[in-house]
Structures are given as C-alpha cells and as structure tokens.
C-alpha cells in the first residue's frame, strides 16, 4: 500500500527547530512503514522544495502545503496519523475516512506487505 502519514508539523507557530524535529519524527515512522513492506508518503516533503522555490513566504506554505498534501491523499491507499494536534493531519485524515480508506493511529496497526 501507499500510506500517508500525516502528523502535527507547523502547528502552533511552530519554530524552525520544532518543525525540523517533527520532520525527522515523520521520517523515521515513514522508514518504519517501509520496512513494513510499503511506500510512505509525507506532504511535507512534497511540498517543502516547491515552497522553497516560490520564495519560502507564508503565502508559498498557503499556496502549496495543504493542497498538495491532500492531493497526495487522494492517491493513496491509507493514512498513518501520527500523535499530536495538526488541522492539517486531521484534514488528511478525514479525506481518507470519507473515502473508506483505512487511517491507523499506531505504527503497529499497520500491516506487512
């Protein structure tokens, strides 16, 4: 399966040390899901080089962050949410729900290939 896993990344504000925390902490659930025999999806790091290249603004993260998250959403088969407050995450997984498609809430929940 291609499983996105969606967690908390610039909520509250966040500062670049906490987000780059969150970043490594979404990575290494993502090597986790791989090893499970799938491909892990993040939107972060989609969108971070196209946020880049328009200039690294706040109206860059508007324009790119969340629509092409939930864009990548659409194409995968289940969300892996990931603790933590995010109304991105959360947006995520409500796509995935009114699609039937499984969101699991722990890395044990996800199956092997």
């Known amino acids: 399966m291609w499983i996105m ?6 909520t509250g504000n966040a500062d670049a040390e906490t987000r780059a925390a969150r970043l490594v902490a979404l990575n290494r659930a993502a090597l986790e899901v791989f090893r499970r025999g799938h491909v892990p999806v993040i939107g972060v790091n989609m969108a971070l080089p196209l946020i880049a290249a328009a200039g690294n603004t706040e109206a860059a993260h ?42 699991f809430f722990a890395l044990d929940e996800v199956p092997a290939a």
Not at 5 to 10: D, H, R
Request: glycine share 10%; proline share 6%; aromatic share 4%.
């Open 5 to 10: 896993l969606a967690g908390p990344y610039s």
């Open 62 to 103: 508007a324009e790119v962050m969340m629509p092409l998250s939930l864009a990548l959403a659409e194409r995968c088969d289940a969300c892996l949410r990931l603790g933590g407050a995010s109304v991105g995450a959360d947006a995520e997984v409500a796509r995935f729900r009114a699609a039937g498609k499984p969101v």
